[in-house]
């Protein structure tokens, strides 16, 4: 049997309800699927068939691969539109390191995650890594120029990047056919815990 894994940082609940509360009033404005708040994370790697036996190898080599990785202290700012903003799929928030440096931290976490997984023998979404929480999905694609602005003017709070989720993504089991997400594992970074 296989499942869909994905590695991530989740922010963590302040973090979440900050970005919730800036997008709350404004969600009305926009016809797409929006992402629920329980559900943002930033993606470091995807797996889409992954055979169940191979998860607990990869949690393995995923601890020990960003046991060496520092942490960095992150927050969500600015936007992020897929493809582009003229006719994109998918708008996001960026996921910014605060500390000078931080752009490779977040890089590395993103590298040895899926490296850990072509070493456990798992194929990876090879999708350039582009640090950011999807907020939202386009019904058809379109020009989103207006919403990327509004992002311009968003900050969240700080946090310490120091934990990488490995959630199973059950597809469609959720409410209104959206995925359910299990975390299977939670993989300190630097050493932590």
Same mark, same amino acid.
Not at 60 to 78: F, I, Q
């Given at each position: 049997?296989?499942?869909?894994?994905?590695?991530?940082?989740?922010?963590?609940?302040?973090?979440?309800?900050?970005?919730?509360?800036?997008? /709350?009033?404004?969600? =009305?404005? *926009?016809?797409?699927?929006?992402?629920?708040?329980?559900?943002? @994370?930033? &993606?470091? +790697?995807? !797996?889409?068939?992954?055979?169940?036996?191979?998860?607990?190898?990869?949690?393995?080599?995923?601890?020990?691969?960003?046991?060496?990785?520092?942490?960095?202290?992150?927050?969500?700012?600015?936007?992020?539109?897929?493809?582009?903003?003229?006719?994109?799929?998918?708008?996001?928030?960026?996921?910014?390191?605060?500390?000078?440096?931080?752009?490779?931290?977040?890089?590395?976490?993103?590298?040895?995650?899926? /490296?850990?997984?072509? =070493?456990? *023998?798992?194929?990876?979404?090879?999708?350039?890594?582009?640090? @950011?929480? &999807?907020? +939202?999905? !386009?019904?058809?694609?379109?020009?989103?120029?207006?919403?990327?602005?509004?992002?311009?003017?968003?900050?969240?709070?700080?946090?310490?990047?120091?934990?990488?989720?490995?959630?199973?993504?059950?597809?469609?089991?959720?409410?209104?056919?959206?995925?359910?997400?299990?975390?299977?594992?939670?993989?300190?970074?630097?050493?932590?815990?």
């Amino acid at each position: 049997m296989t499942v869909r894994l994905f590695a991530a940082v989740v922010p963590p609940s302040d973090a979440v309800e900050h970005l919730d509360d800036f997008l /709350s009033v404004r969600r =009305a404005a *926009g016809d797409f699927r929006w992402t629920p708040a329980d559900q943002l @994370h930033l &993606t470091l +790697a995807f !797996m889409a068939e992954v055979e169940e036996w191979r998860a607990d190898e990869y949690v393995d080599r995923l601890a020990d691969s960003l046991a060496r990785v520092p942490v960095a202290t992150v927050r969500l700012a600015g936007p992020v539109a897929f493809p582009h903003a003229a006719d994109a799929r998918v708008l996001g928030v960026g996921v910014s390191p605060v500390e000078e440096g931080g752009d490779d931290v977040l890089d590395r976490l993103a590298t040895r995650s899926r /490296s850990a997984a072509v =070493a456990s *023998g798992i194929e990876v979404d090879g999708q350039r890594f582009r640090p @950011h929480v &999807t907020v +939202a999905r !386009m019904r058809r694609p379109g020009d989103i120029t207006s919403w990327v602005r509004l992002l311009e003017t968003y900050s969240g709070p700080q946090w310490p990047a120091a934990e990488v989720e490995v959630v199973v993504s059950h597809l469609g089991e959720g409410a209104r056919g959206r995925p359910r997400y299990e975390t299977l594992a939670v993989v300190p970074v630097g050493g932590q815990g």
